[in-house]
């Protein structure tokens, strides 16, 4: 199975600052048949389900604000949510779904 | 609007057995991919199992292959979980989780999620 690896477990930012979460795969991601990325975020508030915000790595599902944005390539991603807000207190995770569908751990993100 | 919401869950005993269903609407059951995702506090999200719109493609995590079956009725816009030989390592809450299209991918519409507790 592909392992995901998120960076830092936690971190608190103070509103209006950047927010960067990192996500690793112990195996490329990346299909060079389609030149995409298998990566996908989801963000979780407490007593809620994840709700997907990302998926091939950089697209933003519908309604989803734009502070939030995905990069990376093969092995090596991030999310950063750019000007945190309240209501993004949460826990985010990766996944892949190039082999298998596999989440990171999670990472916290609360206000400092 | 997409909704999808689990029932079945509750308090079996280790080697007990388990039917989880997941009632789907506002969308073409038939021709989307759906899955399980159980989350426990200690080993956080973990998917279970997919199956393929038409049914014909099924899907397992290797921790439950052979003990549970996954299963939709498309008449009834349901998708199903049977789960034997639960073990106290699947206590978990399990999600119902849509996929964007036929192949299970990423999950674009979550249930609320039904409580399996596996204790004697």
């Known amino acids: 199975d592909i392992v995901m690896t998120q960076s830092p477990d936690s971190l608190a930012v103070s509103l209006g600052e950047r927010a960067t979460i990192d996500c690793q795969s112990s195996q490329s991601v990346f299909y060079s048949s389609n030149n995409k990325n298998y990566l996908a975020w989801y963000q979780q508030k407490p007593g809620q389900p994840p709700k997907l915000l990302i998926y091939?790595?950089?697209i933003r599902e519908s309604g989803v604000p734009e502070r939030f944005s995905g990069s990376g390539f093969g092995s090596d991603f991030t999310l950063t949510i750019s000007g945190l807000q309240a209501e993004d207190v949460a826990v985010y995770y990766c996944?892949?779904?190039?082999?298998?569908?596999?989440f990171g751990q999670g990472t916290k993100v609360e206000i400092k | 609007e997409v909704q999808v919401l689990e029932s079945g869950g509750g308090l079996v005993q280790p080697g007990g057995s388990l039917r989880l269903s997941c009632a789907a609407s506002?969308?073409?059951?038939?021709?989307?991919?759906m899955n399980w995702v159980r989350q426990t506090p200690g080993k956080g999200l973990e998917w279970v199992s997919g199956?393929?719109?038409?049914?014909?493609?099924?899907y397992y995590a290797d921790s439950v292959k052979g003990r549970f079956t996954i299963s939709r009725d498309n008449s009834k816009n349901t998708l199903y979980l049977q789960m034997n030989s639960l073990r106290v390592e699947d206590t978990a809450v399990y999600y119902c989780a849509k996929d964007p299209g036929d192949h299970p991918s990423w999950f674009d519409h979550w249930g609320q999620g039904t409580l399996v507790t596996v204790s004697s």
């Open positions: 199956i393929s719109g038409d049914g014909d493609s099924t």
């Open positions: 996944q892949q779904y190039y082999s298998s569908w596999t």
């Open positions: 506002g969308f073409i059951f038939s021709s989307y991919a």
């Open positions: 091939w790595a950089s």
